[in-house]
């Protein structure tokens, strides 16, 4: 199950609140949403739902012996213990095949291994919960299932943020505050973000660039090649920014319902994303992109390895280290590495010299991160990088390919207000001018209709609307879905 | 102390309230459209619109639920038939227009090619050095009641669809291969035939590209030039063969609604006009639209391409517009068990659906359909092999026949050669559609006919 999925709409979300509300106390409502988030998950996997319950019942244990260890050598085999099976477990379902190739022939069994929904994600979920334990910046649970709602709590589980255990730990199971009507305006916003904006950009980059299917089919190499070598120049930049564009707002907007629902119930999830594509530099893009994922990185992988309290040396082999796994975990595939690598070039750059210059120019940084970011999609996209070299050359004319097309043109002309809102919502303008607006209206006779306008008609409107898009919508995909 | 807290436990009552008295209206919402999404009865069983049934719930098996097929199911069922679907769509695409300018479009579902079209050979033996077809991977099945089954439509040809200020066309483009090898197989039949006295007359039925689209916006848009496929086409057929261009002296009249701005096929006037041009050259004398006919208007009528296009708001509805002959010509519609009834000659489809009004024409797709003038009883009896753009031309050609035989290739697989001595037969007209014969499928089905 998807959020933006009617079924998940209209079926599923209403029981659960309704169920939820029903329930006298805190306990009665986790219970009733550890069973929600179990089926929400099995409802996608029947079969990995045991796989998710093992891994939080390891991590369960484990976090117990670190918390009742001896001394802190015993505490840090515990925690050692639980990281090699939940890396074990993840390392075998999501890259046994990409270990595989690089060794030589990938064995059937291998090839037949699925990738359950969400490892990626509620594997890191445990693993910070079975670290903070042993930080000592929180308790261990005597509860599994406790645990097990942690990390299988449908908000976050399939596809984000990484919440840390001492994030929500207190909300979950001490006490919250349930603020509904700002948990329905995140909602509702990212919810139209998605059906409104994300899918129609989708739509568009799928219909230029090759879908994601045709693209990775290694028989079909010679014919995509050959249809990317003849887009005209024109549909390479729409494409690539239609696909930058959904990324961005299919990504951000399902942390947003994330984050509604959680807090409709009164947990307080951190921020994902912060407009990234403003950003003046790299570094600052990669604060700004799936922070939660930046942070886990930084906490649990950089800083441990030395951070940047050490030698020269030794600081870029750290960074080397966070992007290439950074980037691996996107996907079980080379360019997925060589994303993550190509991004650490430019965080080398900018921390030696490039950073520097950037400080003192005005509009020139902006340009060079989109840059930077846009072309970096393109390593992104396509998992072999002769396509993504292919597009790359068409963008600049060099397959011998026209500037432009009737239906290259046209799709433009058809597409330009989207295209426009989509970039709008990919800036704060619309949070600045929601806010101003807040601020002036702020003890007068309009604020009653402003807030009814913002927290009824839009969430109402935006139900709706994202409503019609999804009925019959064949086109609904999720990109972070393979994670 | 107290009173602060009764003050403080008040406010927090009255923002609790506040609060829930905002989240209502998004919650009521959700709540009463999840009621409604409940109500079985009232979801969808058939998209009118899409013409398509829609997907069903799923059958419960254990291998199913374990893989995750049969809950994707219930997913896609849900979705699928969401009641009140074709509102919610309709109001769709009007969300979907506001996407930008959409004075033009182009929707396609599979790669728009177009070749080359080479000048014509003087040469016929070309044709000779053709190697066998290998028979397409997808068998053509014959139903029980004679009928077939294949899924050979003009659906996934029209899915390529261009629109340009209001109206829309199919996308034409040349294929070589495929119209030498229907040129082989009309050569072959002339042969097989082996009756001089019956005539063998390549009537290709022209599209909309065709007839009404400049040179310039025919090159802009990348579209094969369908006259001059028609000449190869006819330059690589044996002269025992009568062979009938239309565009040209449609080409003149494309001022007037010759056809669909919505639908692939041609109005009952285009439908005339390649009429006209068959008698010129089959030495007919044509009927009078003005004086043989009764006008008939039956209201709005919104094509194929409506339902296909990404911008169909911008297209601008048609008028199924009819003419009724004044002669006596009666229509008895037959099936591939040779179970026959009375149908009519064009159905009053004033009432209809507005996606379906093109059935009116000999009652839709018949996979025969037989029209006798009875009042020409001395008149020369034809077959013709067509498909829907067929529908109106026949209606016209039973004017200087006494019997049509207007058999649909599409639905029916039967050797000619039968037919055209039971039947007494002077003339086969094969009228396919250039649109179709961008299509292998079509290729097969009039080989099998040509025996």
Same mark, same amino acid.
């Given at each position: 199950?998807?959020?933006?999925?009617?079924?998940?709409?209209? %079926?599923?979300?209403?029981?659960?609140?309704?169920?939820?509300?029903?329930?006298?106390?805190?306990?009665?409502?986790? !219970?009733?949403?550890?069973?929600?988030?179990?089926?929400?998950?099995?409802?996608?996997? @029947?079969?990995?739902?045991?796989?998710?319950?093992?891994?939080?019942?390891?991590?369960?244990?484990?976090?117990?012996?670190?918390?009742?260890?001896?001394?802190?050598?015993?505490?840090?085999?515990?925690?050692?213990?639980? %990281? /090699?099976?939940?890396?074990?477990?993840?390392?075998?379902?999501?890259?046994?095949?990409?270990?595989?190739?690089?060794?030589?022939?990938?064995?059937?069994?291998?090839?037949?291994?699925?990738?359950?929904?969400?490892?990626?994600?509620?594997?890191?979920?445990?693993?910070?919960?079975?670290?903070?334990?042993?930080?000592?910046? %929180?308790?261990?649970?005597?509860?599994?299932?406790?645990?097990?709602?942690?990390?299988?709590?449908?908000?976050?589980?399939?596809?984000?943020?990484?919440?840390?255990?001492?994030?929500?730990?207190?909300?979950?199971?001490?006490?919250?505050?349930?603020?509904?009507?700002?948990?329905?305006?995140?909602?509702?916003?990212?919810?139209?973000?998605?059906?409104?904006?994300?899918?129609?950009?989708?739509?568009?980059?799928?219909?230029?660039?090759?879908?994601?299917?045709?693209?990775?089919? @290694?028989?079909?190499?010679?014919?995509?090649?050959?249809?990317?070598?003849?887009?005209?120049?024109?549909?390479?930049?729409?494409?690539?920014?239609?696909?930058?564009?959904?990324?961005?707002?299919?990504?951000?907007?399902?942390?947003?319902?994330?984050?509604?629902?959680?807090?409709?119930?009164?947990?307080?999830?951190?921020?994902?994303?912060?407009?990234?594509?403003?950003?003046?530099? /790299?570094?600052?893009?990669?604060?700004?992109?799936?922070?939660?994922?930046?942070?886990?990185?930084?906490?649990? !992988?950089?800083?441990?390895?030395?951070?940047?309290?050490?030698?020269? @040396?030794?600081?870029?082999?750290?960074?080397?280290?966070?992007?290439?796994?950074?980037?691996?975990?996107?996907?079980?595939?080379?360019?997925?590495?060589?994303?993550?690598?190509?991004?650490?070039?430019?965080?080398?750059?900018?921390?030696?010299?490039?950073?520097?210059?950037?400080?003192?120019?005005?509009?020139?940084?902006?340009?060079?991160?989109?840059?930077?970011?846009?072309?970096?999609?393109?390593?992104?996209?396509?998992?072999?990088?002769?396509?993504?070299?292919?597009?790359?050359?068409?963008?600049?004319?060099?397959?011998?390919?026209?500037?432009?097309?009737?239906?290259?043109?046209?799709?433009?002309?058809?597409?330009?207000?989207?295209?426009?809102?989509?970039?709008?919502?990919?800036?704060? %303008?619309?949070?600045?001018?929601?806010?101003?607006?807040?601020?002036?209206?702020?003890?007068?006779?309009?604020?009653?209709?402003?807030?009814?306008? /913002?927290?009824? /008609?839009? @969430?109402?409107?935006?139900?709706?609307?994202?409503?019609?898009?999804?009925?019959?919508?064949?086109?609904?995909?999720?990109?972070?879905?393979?994670? | 102390?107290?009173?602060?807290?009764?003050?403080?436990?008040?406010?927090?009552?009255?923002?609790?309230?506040?609060?829930?008295?905002?989240?209502?209206?998004?919650?009521?919402?959700?709540?009463?459209?999840?009621?409604?999404?409940?109500?079985?009865?009232?979801?969808?069983?058939?998209?009118?619109?899409?013409?398509?049934?829609?997907?069903?719930?799923?059958?419960?098996?254990?291998?199913?639920?374990?893989?995750?097929?049969?809950?994707?199911?219930?997913?896609?069922?849900?979705?699928?038939?969401?009641?009140?679907?074709?509102?919610?769509?309709?109001?769709?695409?009007?969300?979907?227009?506001?996407?930008?300018?959409?004075?033009?479009?182009?929707?396609?579902?599979?790669?728009?090619?177009?070749?080359?079209?080479?000048?014509?050979?003087?040469?016929?033996?070309?044709?000779?050095?053709?190697? $066998?077809?290998?028979?397409?991977?997808?068998?053509?099945?014959?139903?029980?009641?004679?009928?077939?089954?294949?899924?050979?439509?003009?659906?996934?040809?029209?899915?390529?669809?261009?629109?340009?200020?209001?109206?829309?066309?199919? #996308?034409?483009? #040349?294929?070589?291969?495929?119209?030498?090898?229907?040129?082989?197989?009309?050569?072959?039949?002339?042969?097989?035939?082996?009756?001089?006295?019956?005539?063998?007359?390549?009537?290709?039925?022209?599209?909309?590209?065709?007839?009404?689209?400049?040179? $310039?916006?025919?090159?802009?848009?990348?579209?094969?030039?369908?006259?001059?496929?028609?000449?190869?086409?006819?330059?690589?057929?044996?002269?025992?063969?009568?062979?009938?261009?239309? =565009?040209?002296?449609?080409?003149?009249?494309?001022?007037?609604?010759?056809?669909?701005?919505?639908?692939?096929?041609?109005?009952?006037?285009?439908?005339?006009?390649?009429?006209?041009?068959?008698?010129?050259?089959?030495?007919?004398?044509?009927?009078?639209? $003005?004086?043989?006919?009764?006008?008939?208007?039956?209201?709005? #009528?919104?094509?194929?391409?409506?339902?296909?296009?990404?911008?169909?708001?911008?297209?601008?509805?048609?008028?199924?517009?009819?003419?009724?002959?004044? $002669?006596?010509?009666?229509?008895?519609?037959?099936?591939?068990?040779?179970?026959? =009834?009375?149908?009519?000659?064009?159905?009053?489809?004033?009432?209809?659906?507005?996606?379906?009004?093109?059935?009116? #024409?000999?009652?839709?797709? &018949?996979?025969?359909? =037989?029209?006798?003038?009875?009042?020409?009883?001395?008149?020369?009896?034809?077959?013709?092999?067509?498909?829907?753009?067929?529908?109106?031309?026949?209606?016209?050609?039973?004017?200087?026949?006494?019997?049509?035989?207007?058999?649909?290739?599409?639905?029916?697989?039967?050797?000619?050669?039968?037919?055209?001595?039971?039947?007494?037969?002077?003339?086969?007209? =094969?009228?396919?559609?250039?649109?179709?014969? &961008?299509?292998?499928?079509?290729?097969?089905?009039?080989?099998?006919?040509?025996?």
């Amino acid at each position: 199950m998807v959020f933006s999925n009617l079924l998940f709409l209209y %079926a599923f979300l209403p029981l659960s609140l309704l169920v939820y509300f029903f329930c006298p106390n805190r306990k009665a409502q986790n !219970v009733s949403l550890l069973v929600f988030s179990l089926i929400f998950y099995a409802w996608g996997e @029947p079969k990995y739902v045991l796989l998710l319950m093992f891994m939080a019942l390891v991590s369960w244990f484990c976090a117990l012996r670190v918390d009742r260890a001896e001394d802190r050598k015993k505490a840090r085999l515990w925690v050692i213990a639980a %990281a /090699v099976v939940d890396i074990g477990l993840i390392g075998f379902f999501k890259y046994s095949g990409f270990i595989c190739s690089v060794f030589g022939e990938v064995p059937k069994f291998i090839r037949k291994v699925a990738l359950p929904i969400g490892i990626s994600f509620y594997t890191f979920q445990l693993l910070t919960y079975v670290i903070d334990i042993y930080r000592g910046e %929180a308790e261990a649970q005597e509860s599994y299932w406790n645990v097990l709602l942690y990390a299988a709590l449908f908000h976050q589980c399939i596809a984000g943020p990484i919440v840390r255990y001492k994030t929500v730990a207190q909300e979950l199971f001490e006490h919250r505050e349930p603020e509904l009507v700002s948990g329905i305006r995140r909602f509702a916003l990212g919810l139209g973000k998605k059906a409104l904006l994300a899918n129609p950009c989708g739509a568009i980059a799928d219909s230029l660039m090759l879908t994601a299917a045709a693209a990775s089919d @290694p028989a079909a190499l010679a014919e995509n090649l050959r249809l990317i070598s003849s887009v005209t120049v024109l549909e390479g930049w729409m494409g690539l920014l239609a696909y930058a564009l959904q990324i961005y707002l299919d990504f951000s907007a399902y942390s947003d319902m994330a984050i509604g629902m959680g807090r409709m119930l009164g947990l307080h999830y951190l921020e994902n994303f912060n407009y990234p594509y403003i950003s003046r530099s /790299v570094g600052e893009f990669w604060r700004r992109w799936h922070i939660s994922l930046g942070t886990f990185f930084r906490d649990y !992988v950089y800083i441990p390895l030395g951070g940047n309290r050490c030698s020269k @040396p030794r600081m870029i082999f750290n960074l080397f280290v966070v992007w290439a796994l950074a980037g691996l975990w996107h996907g079980a595939s080379w360019n997925y590495v060589l994303w993550g690598l190509y991004f650490f070039v430019f965080l080398m750059l900018e921390r030696l010299f490039l950073g520097k210059w950037l400080d003192k120019l005005h509009i020139l940084p902006h340009i060079y991160a989109l840059a930077v970011c846009l072309f970096g999609w393109l390593i992104f996209r396509y998992t072999d990088l002769r396509c993504a070299e292919a597009w790359l050359r068409s963008m600049f004319a060099m397959n011998g390919n026209a500037l432009t097309s009737f239906v290259a043109e046209t799709t433009l002309e058809n597409n330009i207000f989207l295209l426009a809102a989509a970039i709008l919502c990919s800036t704060p %303008a619309l949070r600045r001018i929601y806010e101003s607006i807040s601020r002036a209206v702020q003890g007068r006779a309009l604020a009653g209709v402003w807030e009814v306008t /913002v927290s009824c /008609v839009v @969430p109402v409107a935006l139900l709706l609307l994202s409503t019609c898009a999804l009925v019959g919508d064949s086109y609904n995909p999720f990109i972070y879905f393979q994670f | 102390m107290d009173k602060e807290q009764n003050n403080s436990t008040a406010r927090k009552n009255r923002d609790k309230k506040r609060a829930a008295r905002i989240a209502a209206p998004f919650l009521c919402c959700l709540f009463l459209l999840a009621v409604v999404a409940f109500i079985i009865p009232l979801r969808p069983t058939v998209s009118m619109t899409e013409k398509r049934e829609l997907k069903k719930f799923p059958e419960f098996t254990a291998e199913s639920l374990v893989s995750g097929d049969y809950f994707d199911g219930i997913s896609t069922w849900f979705s699928d038939t969401f009641p009140g679907r074709e509102t919610w769509l309709s109001v769709n695409t009007r969300i979907n227009e506001l996407h930008g300018l959409n004075k033009n479009a182009v929707s396609y579902s599979s790669a728009m090619v177009a070749e080359e079209i080479p000048d014509a050979p003087t040469d016929l033996s070309q044709l000779e050095e053709l190697p $066998e077809l290998p028979e397409p991977s997808m068998a053509v099945q014959v139903n029980k009641d004679g009928t077939l089954g294949a899924d050979v439509n003009e659906e996934a040809l029209f899915g390529n669809c261009i629109q340009l200020d209001g109206a829309a066309y199919e #996308f034409y483009g #040349f294929n070589k291969n495929l119209l030498d090898y229907r040129a082989k197989f009309i050569n072959e039949f002339i042969d097989k035939l082996d009756d001089p006295s019956v005539r063998v007359i390549d009537f290709p039925v022209p599209s909309g590209v065709g007839v009404m689209m400049s040179d $310039e916006l025919l090159e802009k848009i990348g579209c094969s030039d369908q006259n001059k496929a028609i000449e190869y086409m006819f330059s690589i057929e044996r002269p025992e063969v009568l062979k009938i261009n239309a =565009i040209p002296s449609m080409k003149e009249h494309n001022y007037e609604y010759l056809y669909y701005r919505t639908d692939h096929h041609w109005t009952a006037v285009g439908a005339y006009y390649g009429y006209k041009a068959f008698c010129e050259a089959a030495g007919f004398e044509p009927s009078s639209l $003005e004086d043989d006919f009764v006008f008939k208007d039956m209201g709005k #009528f919104l094509g194929t391409f409506y339902a296909s296009s990404t911008k169909p708001l911008s297209l601008i509805p048609d008028d199924m517009e009819t003419y009724y002959p004044k $002669e006596n010509i009666t229509h008895r519609a037959r099936d591939g068990q040779m179970n026959e =009834i009375d149908e009519e000659l064009i159905l009053d489809v004033t009432d209809y659906n507005e996606s379906a009004k093109y059935s009116c #024409f000999l009652a839709g797709d &018949q996979p025969m359909s =037989i029209l006798t003038n009875n009042d020409l009883p001395d008149g020369p009896n034809c077959i013709i092999v067509k498909d829907s753009y067929g529908n109106p031309f026949s209606i016209f050609l039973a004017h200087n026949y006494h019997k049509v035989y207007a058999i649909d290739y599409r639905k029916m697989s039967s050797a000619l050669s039968w037919y055209i001595k039971e039947y007494d037969i002077d003339d086969v007209i =094969i009228a396919e559609s250039m649109s179709m014969t &961008q299509g292998e499928d079509a290729l097969f089905l009039i080989r099998d006919m040509l025996n």
